[in-house]
């Protein structure tokens, strides 16, 4: 396969992530959908009782680079999650990216999206763990998230452990022992 015209980073971080990459997107669309979109074509969320965890399962990535993977090959929106957490990829090492507004509807977890916040950390926790500035970062998000909202930890869910969602998110290393163990701040 030749480039019939020269990929930029956007692009060429795209088509290693999906087949479905439309042969007439340009850098210069990517750029575009990379911004974030105005709040007014994202749908308020009704409720909010849980908080969904997630992981890219890619060994890198950004919430602008998952903005335009979302918006140019899935036609969402705008980026599904409503925050990701860096890993030093493409967006500092614990960073905490904004995606959709926290008041909006998000499009991470089938039949929960309408009652959920998603938060996605950056990696493949599949074969290897989060870095420990994410895992701060996540502490800090949760307990934030948790006291806006009003919600004990036991609102906050793997992606796998919500009903009716067949996946491996957020990864086979990534489980609630883990979570609560050295994640989740001591039950006081
Ligand atoms: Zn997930």
Redesign the pocket.
């Known amino acids: 396969m030749t480039a019939e015209r020269s990929d930029g980073p956007i692009l060429r971080w795209l088509r290693t992530r999906s087949d479905r990459v439309s042969r007439k997107l340009t850098e210069e669309q990517c750029t575009l959908l990379a911004q974030k979109p105005p709040e007014a074509s994202i749908a308020p969320r009704p409720e909010t009782s849980a908080v ?4 890219s ?1 890619t060994p890198d990535g950004s919430v602008s680079l998952f903005r335009v993977l979302h918006r140019a090959v899935f036609g969402w929106d705008d980026v599904g999650y409503h925050f990701v957490i860096g890993n030093g990829s493409f967006s500092p090492d614990g960073a905490v990216e904004e995606g959709r507004p926290r008041e909006a509807t998000g499009a ?2 089938r039949g929960f999206n309408e009652k959920s916040l ?1 938060i ?1 950390l950056v990696g493949d926790f599949s074969d290897s763990m989060p870095t420990p500035c994410q895992v701060s970062s996540l502490a800090d998000l949760l307990s934030e998230l948790l006291r806006i909202y009003g919600l004990g930890a036991e609102a906050i869910l793997l ?2 452990e919500v009903p009716g ?1 067949v ?1 491996e ?2 990864g086979a290393l990534f489980t609630r022992k883990y979570l609560e163990s050295d994640i989740l701040p001591p039950v006081r």
Do not use: K
Not at 52 to 55: A, K, R, S, V, W
């Open positions: 969904i965890l997630h992981h399962a991470h977890a998603g996605c992606h796998r969602c996946t998110c957020p």
